[in-house]
């Protein structure tokens, strides 16, 4: 699990373009502008309000506007057509495309392969989820325009756990 949240949290700060710089201290301005306010109002109930806001805003807001501007900027569709052990050498091919749905051109995308135990109810699902077997990161170096797709062959050595369920996430940076 350490592994995971480990490349989750490099990823989401490597990640990070001008516009999430600007939305995040736009959001982050407005929440000590609200906290600031709060404190000066005399009605107690406005107070408390607007300081409940602002700190919501203060918490809360970074990671949902970091969210929802992957989302909508950089977003990228992932589909692998083929996932499997090779038999003669302890190694594992990933076939697929990859597709820019963004609202911007991206110079560079970063893979994300996490090869996991196959579970089928929600709470093995999970646990095998947060324990993977491997977490391999491939730098796809082409350029991708919005809206082209472009197919990708990856080989990883030293993998050779069967059977295993493939989950893959796009990190693209313009």
């Known amino acids: 699990m350490s592994e995971l949240l480990r490349h989750y949290f490099y990823y ?3 990640s990070m373009s001008k516009y999430d710089y600007m939305a995040i201290g736009w959001i982050l301005f407005l929440s000590l502008l609200l906290i600031l306010l709060g404190i000066f109002v ?8 607007l300081l409940f806001i602002g700190l919501a805003l203060f918490f809360a807001g970074p990671p949902i506007i970091k969210f929802f501007l992957d989302n909508y900027l950089r977003s990228a569709e992932v589909s692998i057509t083929s996932a499997k052990t090779l038999s003669y ?6 076939e697929g495309i990859i597709k820019n749905s963004g609202k911007l051109d991206f110079s560079h995308c970063d893979l994300v392969l996490i090869f996991h135990a196959p579970a089928h ?12 077997y491997a977490v391999h990161i491939e ?11 472009r197919s990708f062959s990856i080989l990883i ?7 295993f369920k493939l989950t ?7």
């Open 12 to 14: 989401t700060f490597h």
């Open 42 to 49: 005399r009605k107690r109930s406005i107070s408390f309000s």
């Open 89 to 94: 050498s302890h190694a594992a091919a990933v």
């Open 121 to 132: 109810n929600g709470l093995s699902a999970v646990k095998s989820f947060m324990n993977p």
């Open 139 to 149: 730098k796809l170096g082409f350029h991708l325009p919005k809206g082209e797709k």
């Open 157 to 163: 050595d030293g993998y050779d756990k069967t059977p």
């Open 168 to 174: 893959s996430l796009a990190r693209c940076y313009p």
